[in-house]
């Protein structure tokens, strides 16, 4: 009786957090829907599909290996009779993800009591507002956005009792989040944590086909090594942007020490906002006394936030210490491992989306802190109470804002689209005359990208606009 | 009756409850309430890029998008555009083409813009244009300009005057005619 009547509060307090994300979450899919496809990212992709064998997005002579992410832009590319059709398709399977990942959190939190709800809520904009969450928004780059919720997905399943199904169907989803980026590697380090701290769903055999998996694909990677630059892309250093070029000539003889950098550099992102692509940019703004009111608000919540989760992280590793695992000292563990995972990938250059798939562990270890965090203020002496009431309400508070200002994110990214469309088309003919597919695409997806109902960023005040960030 | 009822939460759990959940409400409701507004009034000047009255101001002010609204509306990017400045044009008013208006005013977005909608060097003053980015020290459009075959090589530009440099050129495509 009892039980059952639990299990219908939780459904009540379930339906109150959806309900109080539902605004931010519809918003943020229209937003993705009608936003145009980037010029710059979006037709060569497309090319792509169109050109070539579909063999040739299997061999990994590239730095970039996501044969499952375009074979799936394949399918629908080759498939659908309209450009239109495909269009919509692909942002679909972009979109798809990032809801089913905010649902799916929610569903696992499955608060109890208004003050779980409550906790559950910043976690939701915790998760939605993290740069590795943001910056994986970008249509139609959905690689490490279809990854995130299978990783929730995964954890679900090796924290409920054991089924017969449950190892082939762990098996796929890591398949699929693998095959659509590397970043899918960080579930075997996750299942072998849950594996380690005996959560009931995850069992040795498990632990070796996803190991065994793993060794395969990296042998498989490595096996192309050769063909792979030193370094990818641009990287930040410091207050200074090095080119990949320029990073070679500094490091090439010896990268390692930036490799470290970069890796460090997700990690801290992850835990701080700070810095972005490697780049101490906040700092920076300190240093010369630019510091924007957006600023203030993602370090100083960031810092509280993992400050906050460090405390309750390392109370729960005690109880695990005398063996005795819970799921919140579990989550902790799998939340530092992601991160370690996460960093280690990010090696060659850094950037917020590659801390995509601890963002959801990081998340939940938010919900758990800050649910202890508020069991021991309420326990506290009075103005010890008030005092740090407060405290809670203004970190959640700050969570909220850059919730809202992901939406305005996500508007000034369409935006930024739209222009591209209509500044970059002569350049573009002029550059890319000699590949007629390319040309033929970019023309038909015009209309698309200079549509004038586009999503455009809020024309806030400016001390609003100012806190929720960049203009 | 009491011990089939839930017991009544602590005040002060309830309490930091309410605190924490009050910035998720506002924040949901702020959302809500602008995006209503949104799809009810597209148009609100909260909601919508600056307004130009004229192609010509939209590229003075280098606002890409409202540029773009007058050539989506039907505004010939050819068509030759009534224009004045303090300088350029040493405050006499001058029809130029939009593509003119745009290097003498250097808006290289916009002036890119036009190139990519349908904005043609066929008048001898716009084949000039480089000459006029380049007397305004603006390498990065002339060289841009110089990419298309019609563009007038730097060394086949004639002396302008710097004081208005645009009417400069009008002037003198206008005699070469």
Partial sequence: MGERRDRDRSYVWTAGVLAASAPLLITLCLTLWHTPYPVNEAVALFEDVEKKPPADFLIPDTSYYRPLFQLTLMGIWRNTESLEARLAWIKLVHISPVLLLVILFIWYLRPRTFLDAAVAAVAVAVLVASPGFRDNLEIPLSYTAMAMPIALLVWMLVNTGPRAWHTAVIVALTLIAIGFKEQGLVLVPLVVVAWWTRAPGASRALVVTLATIAIAYVAFRLHWRGKWPVFEQSMGLGFSVLEADEAAARFGAFPFWMYAYNSASTIANVLFSEPTSGLFFITRNLRYGNLQAWEVVQLGSSAALTGVIAWWGIRSLRSAAQGLWSTESRTFLAMLVALLSCGILSFNYSRDRLGGMVVVFYALAAFFALRAAAGQIVAARRPRFILAALALAILAGAWHVRAVGILESVRRTSDANQVGWLVQLAQRRMEFADRPEYLQIMEAMIDQGTDQAVPRPTRYPRWIALTLGPR | ?177
């Fill in chain 2, 1 to 177: 009756m009491t011990t089939n009822q839930t017991l009544p939460m602590d005040r002060r759990t309830r309490f930091v409850a309410a605190l924490i959940t009050t910035p998720a409400v506002l924040a949901a409701l702020a959302v809500l309430v602008i995006d209503v507004w949104r799809f009810q009034s597209p148009n609100a000047a909260l909601l919508t890029a600056p307004f130009a009255y004229s192609l010509a101001d939209a590229i003075a002010a280098d606002n890409v998008q409202e540029a773009y609204t007058f050539i989506r509306a039907g505004q010939d990017p050819n068509e030759l555009i009534a224009v004045r400045h303090p300088v350029l044009t040493d405050g006499r008013p001058v029809l130029v083409s939009p593509l003119l208006w745009a290097v003498a005013t250097q808006k290289r977005n916009v002036l890119l813009m036009l190139l990519g909608h349908g904005a043609r060097m066929d008048r001898a003053m716009d084949r000039s244009a480089g000459c006029l980015a380049d007397a305004l020290g603006d390498a990065n459009i002339a060289s841009l300009l110089r990419a298309y075959e019609d563009a007038v090589p730097r060394e086949g530009c004639q002396a302008r005057n710097a004081s208005a440099p645009l009417l400069s050129l009008i002037e003198k495509a206008g005699s070469a005619k």
